[in-house]
């Protein structure tokens, strides 16, 4: 029991479960795309707002 090392049985019997590391911890790789498409999201967003607020200044300014 304690101080019994694992063996390579234990391991495969693991995976044979579907128990794996990226169960517990979680998909990295795809929690980071997730962040890089925010990110895009936020920038496209926040170009939009400058191209909608230079456009009322230009057609106010056309309208004096």
Do not use: N
């Given at each position: ?49 400058q191209i ?5 200044s230009l ?6």
């Open positions: 029991m304690f101080g019994k090392t694992k063996e390579s049985s234990d391991i495969d019997e693991r995976a044979e479960h579907g128990i794996a590391i990226d169960d517990f911890f979680g998909d990295e790789t795809a929690v980071a795309e997730a962040v890089r498409v925010d990110q895009l999201h936020q920038r496209v967003t926040h170009v939009e707002q909608s607020s230079q456009f009322t057609a106010a300014y056309a309208q004096i």
